[in-house]
């Protein structure tokens, strides 16, 4: 079955970038998301991915794509404060029986990153 | 603001009890999907509608079930609570059928006492 993995904790000081990694197993995965979850708060979606695609940028927010190895990275520049949350990474694969929609994420654990001023 | 509404925020019950769990999608958004939060089993995929009708089933239990209305809003009815029923449930919603960009609700919080 479907498998995500990330690391448990990140922590980094502000301004540096950060990089939080995400494993799959799934081969037939068509896109990779990465979600942000502030504490009481629910998931906010930051970006995702074609799995033809191997990088996709969006302000100060960089996903790279290793569909070989099955690896996604979110790097994100000039850390701030307000970035420290847990980080989802999730995929999606395929359609499910009706045919109408991809149906489930499967996400990660989750990293808690912690940006220190 | 995702345009995903779920009520209440907080629920506090007791084992045994009934509860319902209520979502409303982003405007148009055709598919609503319900996760389960917690601790020990991280974010689960429990059930998903398009449109009115049940299309994937994930780790739900039997004493779990939803639908969705015609209006498009759903309810997840949670029966016969327990202690590990204690989660965070969350609602999403979506509109593409090619990429599955899904936005999700703030989330109920349900604790079983």
């Known amino acids: 079955g479907e498998d995500v993995e990330q690391s448990l904790f990140l922590s980094v000081r502000e301004g540096d970038s950060s990089v939080i990694n995400c494993t799959y197993t799934d081969s037939s995965s068509t896109y990779l998301y990465w979600y942000k979850q502030e504490p009481g708060a629910g998931l906010q979606l930051l970006t995702y991915?074609?799995?033809?695609?191997d990088m996709k940028q969006d302000q100060r927010l960089t996903v790279l794509l290793n569909k070989k190895d099955k690896h996604l990275s979110l790097r994100i520049a000039d850390t701030q404060t307000g970035d420290s949350a847990i980080y989802f990474c999730?995929?999606?694969?395929?359609?499910?029986?009706?045919?109408?929609?991809?149906?489930?994420?499967?996400f990660g654990q989750g990293t808690i990153l912690t940006v220190h001023p | 603001d995702s345009g995903v509404t779920q009520t209440p925020k907080h629920l506090i019950t007791a084992t045994g009890q009934r509860v319902t769990l209520r979502c409303s999608p982003r405007?148009?958004?055709?598919?609503v999907y319900w996760y389960q939060q917690s601790l020990d089993q991280g974010l689960q995929f429990l059930i998903q509608?398009?449109?009115?009708?049940?299309?994937a089933k994930g780790n739900i239990l039997e004493r779990f079930s939803a639908q969705q209305f015609p209006d498009l809003h759903s309810e997840l009815n949670l029966s016969s609570l327990e202690l590990g029923d204690s989660a965070l449930y969350f609602c999403a919603s979506s509109g593409s059928i090619a990429k599955n960009i899904q936005y999700f609700g703030a989330g109920t919080r349900l604790s079983v006492l």
């Open positions: 509608y398009y449109n009115g009708e049940e299309r």
């Open positions: 991915i074609f799995s033809n695609m």
């Open positions: 405007s148009g958004d055709l598919s």
């Open positions: 999730a995929e999606t694969s395929g359609n499910n029986a009706g045919g109408t929609s991809y149906g489930k994420l499967t």
